[in-house]
């Protein structure tokens, strides 16, 4: 091998992808090949920038650029602000008025992680004074594209849509207790693509943020909820491939993900579940006329908020109190259980094969799960006096690790 291309590979498992574009990153895998230190401290400390308020929502990167919503209930607005990714310098900020609305304690109103591609960042708000949800696209200079009306909302814990980018297309997944949707947008024009209405029943609202995976022919968009159980539709025109009703009894948060992601496997599995101990495999249909069936079911403490991360080979599922479990992805089992001792809402990841996950109180845990469960670090770490906990999921780029804590950012990987 020439020596060239030595040192391209070496760099490229170094330092990873330079893009995490939407929540949870690439596909949304929560996956990276990037080495982040494993004892986060001073030394490791790129820099940490102040944002002009807390929020939940997690930073998504593109190369140079680190994209985050902020929310400010005094001036009851929400900003979206670029920041340089490599200094923490703030680029711009773009504040949209929220007005005031209903919020459950652990919701705020930059909740809703924004997803980014090479020229366009969009972000979903709630207009509480016009009582209706919006998508709003900006370029990467921060100058406003487009505008497109979600609609009306009923929930019971307040607003939070995660949309995604795919091949140009922005995937939303609008189910609420009354009448939703799903749609795909235009990123360059903000005119809908397709629409696929949907009848809400009164049931729990789906905080899930859409899968799209690859098929035989084409892709297929993934959403779950109460209401409709678990339902693919074609990324290209809404058409329903296939659905399994009544498999959600409660509020659905985990999102939908391909558990074997990652492995030599061209057939997926994709893993959802909802709240009261409900977490399963569904094998999609492998022919025309085929139905989805379930492949398994997991057993234990199940994730109801932090969406699990796979490497293809092991399910790594967190539950809210902090209980990991590790699940053979195709067959379900449990490989083995351990006890964090902490509660998390924020959703884990694996970076060089490392198991990360940041604790609501503030700890960034760092383990080797390679065989069995072996804590490398615990790094503690304040999300300030502006928020009370820490439920952003780590975003991995350019081989560092950003945090977002609270009301602010801080950036840590090799000096």
């Not at 994209?67 to 920041?83: G, H, I, K, P, W």
């Not at 977490?279 to 025309?288: E, G, M, N, Q």
Request: charged share 20%; with cysteine; proline share 5%.
């Amino acid at each position: 091998m020439k020596p060239c291309i030595v040192f391209c590979l070496l760099i490229l498992s170094l330092f990873g992808q330079d893009t995490w574009p939407r929540f949870r990153g690439e596909n949304g895998t929560g996956v990276s090949s990037a080495k982040i230190p494993i004892k986060l401290g001073e030394n490791t400390l790129l820099w940490s920038a102040k944002l002009s308020g807390p929020g939940s929502s997690s930073p998504v990167i593109w190369k140079d650029k680190l994209f985050v919503t902020s929310e400010s209930r005094n001036t009851e607005t929400v900003a979206l602000l670029c920041l340089d990714a490599k200094s923490g310098k703030t680029l711009w900020s773009k504040p949209l008025a929220v007005g005031a609305y209903h919020l459950h304690r652990f919701n705020n109103t930059a909740a809703a992680s924004p997803a980014v591609n090479d020229n366009t960042v969009v972000i979903s708000w709630f207009n509480g004074t016009d009582n209706k949800a919006m998508l709003t696209a900006f370029d990467h200079s921060g100058t406003k594209l487009w505008d497109y009306g979600i609609g009306k909302v009923k929930t019971q814990h307040g607003f939070n849509l995660q949309p995604i980018i795919h091949q140009e297309q922005v995937v939303l997944a609008h189910v609420h207790m009354d009448d939703g949707f799903i749609a795909t947008i235009s990123a360059k024009s903000g005119k809908v693509t397709w629409k696929k209405r949907l009848q809400g029943n009164g049931e729990k609202t789906s905080y899930i943020t859409p899968l799209v995976y690859k098929t035989s022919t084409g892709f297929e968009v993934v959403f779950a909820s109460q209401a409709h159980g678990v339902v693919a539709l074609d990324f290209t025109s809404g058409k329903e491939k296939w659905s399994l009703p009544g498999t959600m009894k409660q509020r659905t948060i985990v999102s939908p993900i391909n558990v074997l992601a990652g492995s030599n496997s061209k057939e997926p599995l994709i893993a959802v579940g909802c709240k009261n101990g409900v977490y399963f495999a569904v094998r999609p249909p492998s022919k025309k006329g085929k139905a989805a069936e379930i492949a398994w079911h997991m057993k234990g403490k199940t994730p109801y908020v932090p969406t699990p991360v796979s490497n293809g080979k092991t399910v790594f599922a967190l539950s809210d109190g902090g209980v990991l479990t590790a699940l053979e992805a195709r067959s379900g089992g449990v490989v083995w259980t351990q006890k964090l001792q902490a509660n998390f809402y924020a959703s884990p990841i694996i970076a060089d094969g490392k198991f990360i996950a940041l604790s609501r109180e503030g700890q960034l845990i760092t383990a080797n799960v390679s065989d069995g469960y072996d804590e490398l670090s615990r790094c503690s770490l304040s999300p300030g006096p502006e928020s009370e906990w820490s439920d952003a999921t780590p975003a991995i780029a350019n081989g560092k690790i950003y945090l977002r804590l609270g009301s602010r950012i801080d950036c840590h990987g090799e000096k």
